[in-house]
């Protein structure tokens, strides 16, 4: 039985897509895969609604664990709580791991993530997921004028990560992870994670973090794409990748890839058909108030429609 370590960090706010995510997790492991889950978390949190995982799932074992006076008063933006930065300081509050991986909770995993655990991040702080900064002239002028940082050694998503606890905590990177959380970056914990270990990342391939514009890259600028991965690579990341739902989350409104969430949600221990009929009324009468001829025209279009990356930051 191979033991793979992972954290999440979130708030009573998204108890709910924490347990789809999870469902998706444990769903998907390889028979000899058991999960460690570790939560962070900050005051006031009631995390028992998610034992139910265990009526249906024996593949797993959950910490919790209370965050307290780290990142009090960091700056919030685009309803991202504090706990978004609690992953910087997974080295010092999960001392049993030198390494482990991280999850936000907005993401459905399509895979086992034994692959993943298993690599070697060699002197590299982290493994993440590249944005194609290389692709998007926008975030290389963000990335230049805001960061001072080179495009050419990439901007990495904090969504999905590789964590190399050993090494952090070996080269003190904890001190300077708080002291660039002083700052209010438009990209929060990510900023900070890439101003801080710019150059020491092991690029991963996009089957890691399928964001909503990696995904829109593929489908709309796939020979582009082809040239950086190669098909197979984006073909794997398209059909059992780790959807990563990084700007509208589909439990509110419209995204690209909704369908896959629903899909688990629906077979999942959180289910609650109330909840799911008022949002689908809620969505029809929106889209009843938009004329026919449009309606055609985004179906037609359908996923490649711009109004669907509306959710979206140009960064992410």
């Known amino acids: 039985m191979k033991t793979i370590p992972i954290l999440f960090t979130f708030d009573n706010s998204l108890l709910m897509p924490a347990g789809v995510c999870m469902t998706s997790l444990l769903e998907n492991a390889a028979p000899d895969t058991f999960y460690d889950i ?50 910087l300081l997974a ?26 655990y298993a690599m070697d991040l060699g002197d590299n ?15 290389q002028n963000y990335l230049a004028n805001s960061l001072h940082l080179d495009y050419r050694k990439g901007y990495y998503y904090s969504g999905n990560l590789i964590i190399n606890s050993k ?23 990510m900023d900070i994670m890439n101003i801080a270990c710019n150059g020491r990342f092991l690029a991963l391939s ?27 690579i984006l073909d794997a990341t398209l059909s059992h990748g780790l959807v990563h739902y990084n700007g509208t989350k589909p439990w509110k409104g419209n995204c690209m890839n909704m369908d896959i969430w629903w899909s688990v949600y629906r077979r999942s221990l959180f289910y609650d058909e109330s909840f799911a009929e008022s949002f689908w009324k809620s969505q029809m009468q929106i889209l009843m108030r938009v004329p026919l001829s449009k309606r055609i025209k985004m179906v037609l279009r359908y996923p490649l429609d711009k109004k669907i990356l509306k959710g979206t930051t140009l960064f992410q």
């Open 125 to 139: 702080y982290f493994g993440a997921v590249d944005n194609c900064s290389r692709l998007r002239p926008n975030v």
């Open 91 to 116: 080295p010092e509050l999960i001392p049993e791991y030198d390494k482990l991986l991280y999850s936000d909770v907005d993401v459905i995993i399509r895979e086992d993530l034994s692959k993943y």
């Open 38 to 87: 570790f939560i962070l978390h900050g005051p006031g949190c009631d995390f028992s609604r998610l034992d139910i995982l265990k009526t249906r799932f024996d593949n797993f074992r959950m910490t919790v664990r209370e965050v307290n006076g780290e990142f009090v008063g960091a700056y919030e933006i685009r309803g991202i709580p504090e706990t978004a930065y609690y992953r």
């Open 206 to 232: 996009p089957e890691y973090c399928m964001t909503a514009q990696l995904y829109s890259m593929i489908v709309t600028r796939r020979p582009e794409m082809e040239a950086i991965y190669g098909k197979d």
């Open 167 to 189: 090494l952090i905590l070996q080269d003190h990177l904890l001190d300077q992870f708080r002291e660039l959380g002083k700052n209010n970056y438009e990209q929060q914990d």
